[in-house]
């Protein structure tokens, strides 16, 4: 089976300095916010260009703490989409604000700029553009409308690691950047992992408090806090992987590039890199009519497939209480059409042709 992340030979990769780095943490005795985590939080924002990062223990409580130490909450709105993975949404219902939903570009299924500026009202406190598969939102329109309306921006880049707006690398571009770690993402730990990079000290120092219940020095708690670290083992080995993050995003782009020339023809409809954007392929994700027959005739051949998400946000169980009856249109269009393919690292060639020839092949056989 060819599957979806690789992450058994990204460890045959790098598996003697994961074990040195980790071997390391282990016998030193400090396992949780020490030497490693700070290293780690310079060096992983010095690489997005922020001034500040702060480690936590999910892209879900990145975005949590990030609206949190914003002020976001009860009263508030926030514009974000209903296409993207569901803890977006859950950060700002957490806090107590509410979601209101703007349809998506069909071409980068990011948040689209024209839609904004109808859905703001004297409640809208921020936008929260997800860079949705890699592929960056346009913050220099987004950028534009907060400015005019004063609102604040925090970044979803939990699936954008190293991908760029303008030739700046998104998470430091609005006033809070968020990522994940989690093991299949561009950059992944092994387990759960995130963190929040700024370039505000302020936030950046509450931030700090708020993943350690509210501490700023031992036994003095100056508010309510969470528990919420990126420990040292993680911090380590992610330290490692952090050197390989822009080899393995150019192998994500030679793979995608290769995927765009196989599939030009076939009438499946490939993503979209738009000028201003540098896409570093989380997913490689095409749009074609009849895809759960496309998805069926590739797990027959062994190619896993996955849909990235069956569902809008708005639209699941969790919220149906919640009364989001938005009509999104081209959201709810594309979660019948998008298909995501294998495009990690570690893909040879030959598995790449056996993907590419085979959703050729589909489109050749006779319904
Ligand atoms: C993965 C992801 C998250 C959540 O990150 P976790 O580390 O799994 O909590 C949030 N938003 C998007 C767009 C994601 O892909």
Redesign the pocket.
């Known amino acids: 089976m060819i599957d979806l992340a690789g992450l058994k030979e990204q460890y045959n990769e790098i598996s003697q300095e994961v074990r040195q780095a980790v071997h390391k943490v282990l016998t030193s005795g400090w396992y949780v916010l020490g030497e490693e985590l700070e290293r780690f939080e310079q060096e992983f924002s010095s690489y997005i260009g922020a001034r500040y990062g702060v480690g936590v223990n999910?892209?879900?409580d990145a975005?949590l703490l990030a609206l949190k130490v914003l002020g976001i909450g009860p009263g508030d709105e926030v514009l974000t989409v209903s296409h993207?993975?569901i803890?977006?949404v859950d950060s700002i219902i957490r806090n107590g604000a509410r979601p209101v939903f703007v349809d998506i570009d069909p071409d980068t299924f990011c948040i689209d700029p024209a839609e904004i500026e109808n859905r703001i009202t004297e409640k809208t406190k921020a936008i929260l553009p997800?860079h949705?598969y890699g592929h960056p939102a346009d913050m220099t329109q987004i950028g534009a409308i907060a400015r005019k309306h004063n609102l604040f921006i925090i970044e979803?880049a939990?699936?954008a690691h190293g991908a760029e707006c303008d030739e700046r690398r998104v998470g430091a571009i609005g006033h809070v950047g968020c990522f994940?770690?989690?093991p299949v993402?561009n950059l992944g730990a092994y387990g759960?992992g995130?963190i929040v990079v700024t370039n505000d000290g302020t936030l950046a120092e509450k931030l700090i408090r708020s993943r350690n219940y509210g501490q700023p020095e031992k036994n003095v708690h100056t508010f309510i806090g969470i528990n919420s670290r990126l420990d040292e083992i993680q911090a380590a080995a992610l330290r490692v992987k952090l050197k390989f993050l822009d080899r393995w995003n150019m192998r994500r782009r030679q793979i995608a590039e290769q995927y765009d020339v196989h599939l030009s023809h076939t009438g499946i409809i490939t993503p979209i890199e738009k000028k201003y954007a540098r896409h570093v392929y989380h997913q490689y994700v095409i749009k074609c009519r009849q895809r759960d027959a496309l998805q069926n005739f590739l797990f027959q051949r062994e190619i896993d497939t996955q849909i990235h998400y069956p569902v809008p946000v708005h639209k699941q169980r969790a919220y149906q209480d919640l009364g989001f009856d938005t009509y999104l249109p081209v959201t709810e269009r594309v979660c019948g059409e998008i298909l995501s393919l294998p495009v990690h690292p570690w893909l040879s060639e030959q598995e790449v042709l056996k993907v590419a020839n085979a959703v050729q092949a589909y489109r050749d056989t006779p319904a």
């Open positions: 999910s892209g879900s975005l993207t993975f803890s977006t997800v949705l979803d939990c699936q994940s770690f989690y993402k759960d995130g």
